[in-house]
Nanobody, 124 residues
Framework: QVQLVESGGGSVQAGGSLRLSCAAS????????LAWFRQASGKEREFVGG????????DYADSVKGRFTISRDNARNTVSLQMLSLKPEDTAVYYC?????????????????WGQGTQVTVSS
């Protein structure tokens, strides 16, 4: 049974930083991509960034490029999202997702497994 469990959300002031983690279990993810999505209140879920678990290549949405970094820890089966220089518009529920493709895809429909989400709130 595949499980993705996010942690690390919270509240921070603008300019601050947070680190989210996604603990993955239940299968081997070497041929998968793991991505972070976010959904702000009243808005559609959007792609934040992703990583190819096997190769470690990454892709980021323009809105977070240069501020957010995704990394993986193979030994712990964990993917992290380091968020710096946070802005109020980064406020959302952040989700970890896994999809059976080595190529990172930006559409949520390509991801089979989802975590429960973790809230990130950035105040001005």
């Amino acid at each position: 049974q595949v499980q993705l469990v996010e942690s690390g959300g919270g509240s921070v002031q603008a300019g601050g930083s947070l680190r989210l983690s996604c603990a993955a279990s239940g299968r081997t993810f070497s041929s998968y991509s793991l991505a972070w999505f976010r959904q702000a209140s009243g808005k559609e879920r959007e792609f934040v960034g992703g990583i190819n678990w096997g190769v470690g290549s990454t892709d980021y949405a323009d809105s977070v490029k240069g501020r957010f970094t995704i990394s993986r820890d193979n030994a712990r089966n964990t993917v992290s999202l380091q968020m710096l220089s946070l802005k109020p518009e980064d406020t959302a529920v952040y989700y970890c997702a896994a999809g059976p493709y080595p190529i990172i895809r930006r559409g949520s429909q390509y991801y089979t497994y989802w975590g429960q989400g973790t809230q990130v709130t950035v105040s001005s």
